[in-house]
């Protein structure tokens, strides 16, 4: 199973499904515009989009960076919506479409949320629906930022375990209960110093993990899962012998980022393989046309987010084989796609389930 699932030369990609009817491509009309209204209602799913859902492993849950965008009108939404309305509303009618199993809480990076906040979001959706969540930038950035980004000085509460429980684990678990998927530990760009010192910070990162308190109890799929933003942490051979024992050792697991600033997904199999069995946690952040500071390029490019500009085939064909074999094991999968992947994360997030729903079955060892 293990060499089925992260190695072996792989298949060349089919061509690309065709689209459905529900979503369309950069050449592709708008869809017509639907009533306004003071409330979000569902935009309504055809036959083939439920047919999909359905034939996909319940392990797999496939979700979106946050879900307040206006231009996933004739996506996910019927009408047209402010963000603001999107963000009190739309997420009881995000969690209605087939497709869309998780979310990633973003805002958590910016601040840490409380106990009720987590409250209101798990109250809105269903009960097997489970959450990704951004750990506080507090903690998980050794710089403290200026607002344009920039780093002003070292950051005193970068990796402080009793902040990460306090102001991160214990409310989550508190407030969104069984219906965690993954609790992201997404380490921020690291100063030249400490890269240089890199072995040290991982003791805090080990010491900071051990500290938390263990999920199982409340929320028997949660994971905790570390993000990483310097591809230091794996391109050395036994750094990343170091770094996956430390996740073993905490219980926590790799969370693949599929960001420019990062390697390849090919190249960061060899983190999942030294932590096999175990979750998949994937964040699919940025296309690599942009380049690894390429963010706001991004944004100005693809807004509204309501078609593809960018289609990644290779990412695509790499992740629905790497989720087929870890779902076909038994094994959850928590993939998060951003609209800064292709242009429009649901679009994404469709074209990905057709490839997944098309991989053969895992094939197991004699």
């Known amino acids: 199973m293990q060499d089925d699932l992260f190695g072996g030369p792989p298949e060349p990609p089919p061509p690309p499904p065709a689209a459905p009817a529900a979503v369309q491509d950069e050449k592709s009309p708008a869809p017509p515009a639907r ?3 003071l409330g979000v209602s569902a935009q309504p799913q055809d036959d083939a989009t439920h047919a999909l859902a359905a034939s996909l492993s319940t392990h797999l849950r ?9 231009g996933w009108k004739g996506l996910v939404w019927e009408g047209e919506h402010s963000p603001a309305q999107l963000s009190k509303n739309g997420l ?5 479409h087939p497709l869309l199993r998780t979310v990633s809480i973003d805002r958590s990076f910016y601040r840490p949320l409380t106990v009720s906040q987590y409250e209101r979001y798990a109250s809105q959706v269903p009960d097997d629906f489970r959450f990704v969540v951004k750990a506080p930038s507090l903690v998980t950035d050794a710089l403290v930022r200026s607002e344009d980004g920039r780093g002003r000085e070292p950051n005193p509460a970068f990796l402080n375990a009793d902040l990460a429980r306090t102001e991160f684990v214990e409310p989550a678990l508190q407030g969104l209960g069984h219906k965690i998927g993954a609790l992201v530990f997404q380490l921020s760009p690291l100063p030249m110093d400490q890269l240089d010192r890199l072995p040290e910070v991982l003791q805090r990162l080990r010491a900071m993990l051990l500290a938390q308190p263990k999920l199982a109890p409340i929320a028997p799929d949660g994971i905790l899962a570390v ?3 310097d591809p230091e942490w794996i391109s050395s051979h036994w750094m990343a012998l170091d770094f996956a024992a430390v996740l073993r050792e ?3 697991t790799y969370c693949i980022d599929l960001h420019p600033k990062m390697p390849p997904l090919a190249d960061q199999l060899h983190m999942l393989r030294a932590l096999w069995p175990g979750p998949l946690v994937c964040r699919w952040m940025l296309n690599p046309v942009h380049g690894p500071y390429g963010y706001e390029e991004a944004e100005k490019l693809y807004e509204p987010f309501d078609r593809l ?3 990644d085939q290779q990412n695509r064909e790499e992740l629905a084989r790497l989720i087929a074999g870890v ?6 999968a928590y993939v998060c796609i951003s609209n800064h992947a292709e242009g429009s994360a649901p679009i994404t997030i469709h074209a990905l389930a057709d490839r997944v729903a098309a991989q053969p079955p895992a094939r197991k060892k004699a």
């Open 35 to 37: 009533k306004k209204g």
């Open 62 to 70: 496939l979700g979106t960076s946050t879900w307040t965008y206006p």
């Open 92 to 96: 009881p009618i995000y969690a209605q």
């Open 227 to 229: 993000e990483v933003r």
């Open 250 to 252: 905490a219980g926590a």
């Open 309 to 311: 500009h960018h289609p």
């Open 327 to 332: 779902t076909g094991a038994g094994q959850n």
